[in-house]
């Protein structure tokens, strides 16, 4: 019997190492992974200058806690600042669920009224985070968590329209291209319905780029596709190089919002990992933004070509691609590790591909290569069982 908390459903597979897109098992085999340590490994497993960086870092030391300021804190701060074209501040903290924590604290602190958040959003798992995390079933047995919550439905600007004037609406999280949620983005018309209603009611609009920022969709922001201005930006896995990194990024107005002692965090932000962040954010460059984009399309297309009616979609942005098949999403998942393919699901019979942003064209050929001849088979596989069940009917 395991000793571990039975939250997960590991691959039975024992890894020994991994670099770029492969993972080598103890027992000599190799597979390909498709979403990266769930997009946490933009420039795939074993970088070289993360991991050297690190080291170099790791060797000084591998924690001093808060009473020390790194020498890379602030330059990380600083080039996410930039990213954003404003004034601001950021608070490092150790995850994803932390950084949307810290919003929370700080909506908290200035502003009373009902916090939106929309069904599909996934926000995180800790208490705080799971209250914003629009997935019921995840939060239904934790029940009762933060009061004021509101869910509104994805993609339905009349609905949030007539909500936010006839409600005080303190903030609003979105999340703009859905990750755990099935990678489907906000659409141009509730964009702009956040952006006009904002304008009007003033709420504070938390943008979580968790998983959709810094650079996996062909932007640094995920919400710079759709004229967001948000007040709040919440980063974290691909940030730390592949140690936890959360940042929360205050703008403008709201950038003073914690004084001292307000909030902390003994572990962040960890130097090491702040080592790692500083060569990620030098390596986020325009032109290989420019390049994730391309090649986002390039994969995208690819996968279109397949068809066949095995897919029912292809969508999402940049590097963050979701495939909706038509056929046993779990019988997918299966015979494409049987064909050296991992392969993550996400709203039952969502593909999620998350591949390192400096992923080969080569490299892409070979995902969908596995990927072409995985769902194939399982097509072949069904349609065998349907030809043998009619035979006997
Ligand atoms: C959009 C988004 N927000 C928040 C989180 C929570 O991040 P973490 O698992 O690091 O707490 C995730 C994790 O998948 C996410 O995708």
Redesign the pocket.
Known sequence: MSHLCTVYKPFDLQIDHAEGIYLYTKDGRKFVDTFSG??VLAFGHGDKDIEEAMINKMRRYTHISNFFLDEDAESVAAKLIQRTRRQGRVFFSN??????EAALKAIKKIRKGIIVAFEQ??????LG?LSITGFSNLREPFNPLLPNVVFLPHNDPERFASFVRQNQVAAVFV?CLL??GGLRSISNNMARTLMQLKEEHDFILVA?????GLGRTGRFFCYEHFGLKPDII?V??ALGGGL?L?ATIFLDQIMDVFQYSEHGSTFAPNPVALAGASVVMNKINDSFIAEVAQKGEYLKNELKFINNGLIKEVRGLGLMIGVEVNVDPERLKQIAFKNGLLLNLVSRNVVRFLPPLNITYQEIDTIVELFERSIKEVDFERNRTETSFASKA
């Open positions: 769930i997009g995850s994803g669920a932390e950084a949307n959003d996934f926000h995180g798992r800790t985070s999340e990750g755990t979580d780029e968790v998983q959709s919440t974290a896995k936890p959360g």
